[in-house]
DNA sequence: GTTAGGATACCGTCCAGCCGGTGCAGCCCG
DNA sequence: CGGGCTGCACCGGCTGGACGGTATCCTAAC
């Protein structure tokens, strides 16, 4: 079961939040709309007026893993020189690998789109393009960026499945390296 | 829909192949006993005769994509020099990367399992930790090694997804740094 | 300044259909 | 003859979704 956490705000906030939380912890396939309903505390009818159908659940749920992207990725540049050419990549890194809670909800919303209807990853697919062309045009050494930007993909996905197999000490060690390669990549 | 290959071989590993089939195509959501069983030419009544829950069809799923992974890496070695000290990672590299539909097929096997019972994990995870145990001996950079692992899973994952950004030559390219990579956490 | 009326945000119930699973009579090939 | 299926009927539970109701707030006319 999961819980039903009180959190404020408004409430298609806690129902993504809650579909996230459900998803990380039962499984893409448990993600019900009863049970999404029932850990956001809100009532099935309730969830249905804020997302009218499933598809557009999962729709928003895809819109949010970009969101949570951008953001992270956005507010980790504050602790990066605006000198430093391979700024752009060492806030993915640190942004996403940073904030250990967020970094899972966006895995579990990436899956939750993944398994439900893979059309819906369009939006992600978009991003994902957008991101790789300013990186191709920025960078000395692309397929170096592009491998960082795969390993964070990597661990992002294997630690919301919960397979990762690194100890605290050797994940700092992997993203110190990668901050290291991201730097080799804009020599 | 998905078709039914009329592939001839064990009717287990037809279905089985089928499973991935659907799931890759239209996600693991609608990985239901009757739509593998049509994919797979089989009855339902066949695939239950084989499987007799569906928990025992993902848990089979599951070590499938153990098993095609450490054969991809195996059949892999056979082009990489025995000398050569990096030549498990290497190995990994070409050996998922290399054979694409297979690498599809295995991505379809993880979400399939990931999204349905996330203790049916298990499995996959105790593998990868044995095989990052062995890098971490082996290998000189233990992060930079861990890294090119992570990037082969960030994009086989992304591949199966088909949310992967990259044209051929890029992926080319990638996968020969991801070579080089492999070199340098061996120096 | 109060009250009518509409929009917003939600609740609770009901239902048709799908899903996993059972059971079994048969058939086909070695 | 018997193991490995097929084909089919059936079931109970769960799921997505429809629907009618309701409490709260905003607006604006009187």
Same mark, same amino acid.
């Given at each position: 079961?999961?819980?039903?956490?009180?959190v404020p705000g408004p409430a298609r906030d806690r129902i993504l939040e809650a579909a996230e939380r459900v998803v990380?912890?039962?499984?893409?396939?448990?993600?019900?709309?009863?049970?999404?309903?029932?850990?956001?505390?809100?009532?099935?009818? !309730?969830? #249905?007026?804020?997302?009218?159908?499933?598809?557009?659940?999962? !729709?928003?749920l895809a819109q949010r893993y970009v969101q949570s992207m951008e953001q992270c990725i956005e507010s980790a540049k504050?602790?990066?020189?605006?000198?430093?050419?391979?700024?752009? #990549?060492?806030?993915?890194?640190?942004?996403?690998?940073?904030?250990?809670?967020?970094?899972?909800?966006?895995?579990?919303?990436?899956?939750?789109?993944?398994?439900?209807?893979?059309? #819906?990853?369009?939006?992600?697919?978009?991003?994902?393009?957008?991101?790789?062309?300013e990186l191709a045009a920025s960078s000395a050494d692309f397929a170096r960026a592009a491998i960082v930007t795969l390993?964070?993909?990597?661990?992002?996905?294997?630690?919301?499945?919960?397979?990762?197999?690194?100890?605290?000490?050797?994940?700092?060690?992997?993203?110190?390296? #990668?901050?290291?390669?991201?730097?080799?990549?804009?020599?």
């Open positions: 079961m999961v819980e039903a956490h009180a990380a912890e039962v499984g893409a396939a448990r993600l019900t709309l009863d049970v999404v309903s029932q850990a956001a505390g809100v009532s099935k009818g !309730g969830l #249905l007026y804020h997302f009218p159908s499933k598809e557009s659940l999962l !729709g928003a504050g602790g990066i020189s605006e000198q430093d050419r391979s700024r752009d #990549l060492k806030a993915c890194i640190v942004g996403i690998l940073g904030s250990d809670p967020r970094s899972k909800a966006m895995g579990a919303a990436l899956l939750a789109t993944a398994a439900n209807d893979l059309t #819906l990853l369009e939006v992600i697919r978009e991003r994902i393009a957008e991101y790789h062309k390993a964070v993909d990597g661990l992002m996905m294997r630690e919301s499945l919960r397979i990762s197999p690194f100890t605290d000490a050797q994940r700092q060690q992997v993203v110190r390296e #990668l901050l290291k390669i991201a730097d080799e990549s804009y020599r």
